[in-house]
């Protein structure tokens, strides 16, 4: 899985640094190349040379090679890399990232990075568990790094606790997953909408709802991270896709969104309903902005939108599969079976407003997968870029 790969190993200035090297003699014995970042105090724990020698390319730690002038372009490497493994990582180097601190080599080249980054943080017991490194760890989860937990033990403190690094045959299992996993969608066609609708009042004015789109650009860049092509069907919201392999088709209302659909369902093998599609629109949109009127109430008389769901469920093929999500307030798993079965959906993904950190706007979510055969799996509260891997992994893992 690693064969041919172009890897980046960050080096950070601490004791499990000596690790690095066996990390970097196991990601050339799985077919990478291998080039080394050190930041400048990792070069107090282990020499350059061991890691040139090692990975047969001279290491890179500086800007600009003191003696010729020479410019390491951190862009370049950011875009020559299909992996990025920081290991190990420090506190300091952690909150570099979660914040942007580009001041040296190894952090601007983790900004220009495109490819994806592994993340293994090593440290002291109490660093470890200090809010700030927790919060940093966890901003770096939602730009979609993996990290690659450190284990418990001795320390070099002698104190014991969660802290050590990883063992390098570890860290390379886990890249070798990713690598694996990036393979399972290929050659699939994947639609998914995302985020609200906006029903015209008038020129000025919409009906819309909370939607950040969040959940559902999640799940558009987890399909496009597994190998498929992705069309991300989108309601108005304020986020780009991370991966290239996604296609954003934006639309405003609950109708143009079904006609866009309409127009990818026929040629996709699984498509993934996550937008929250106004259940109403005006019946009459006005031409002009509404003036203000005398009186003190104002009507707008409402008509049913189309279920975007349902009528891709109605149209289904065998062999096609279509997910749709349930967001409820009460009677969460009644509901959502009603739903599952009315839309002809293969899978539902419930998630109730009742649960802390599950639903519009949040970072995180909590999510039941209920599927067509009644199996219900309760998911424990993840990220939502999280909560879209365990999505993708049940659709793998169950079809
Ligand atoms: O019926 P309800 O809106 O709760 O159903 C939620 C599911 O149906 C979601 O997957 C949502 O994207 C989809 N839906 C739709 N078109 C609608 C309403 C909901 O595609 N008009």
Redesign the pocket.
Known sequence: MLNGKHIILGITGGIAAYKSAMLARLLIKAGAEVQVIMTPSAKEFITPVTLAALTGNPVISEFFTANTGEWHSHVDLGLWADAMIIAPATACTIAKMANGVADNMLVTSYLSAKSPVFVAPAMDLDMMAHPSTTANIDKLRSYGNHIIEPASGELASHLVGKGRMQEPEIIVAEMQKYFAKSQLLKGKKVLV?AGPTYEKIDPVRFIGNYSSGKMGYAIADEAARRGADVILVSGPVSLRPAQPGVTVVPVES?KQMLHECENFFNTCDIAV?????A?YAPANPADKKIKREKQDVQVINLVK?????ATLGAEKKSGQILV????ETDNEQTNAID?LKR?NLDLIALNSLRTPGAGFGTDTNVITLIDKNGTVTPLPLMTKPEAAAALWDYLTENR
């Open positions: 909408t609950a309903m996550c937008a929250a599609v259940d939108n189309p279920d975007i769901a749709g999500f349930a967001l739903k839309k």
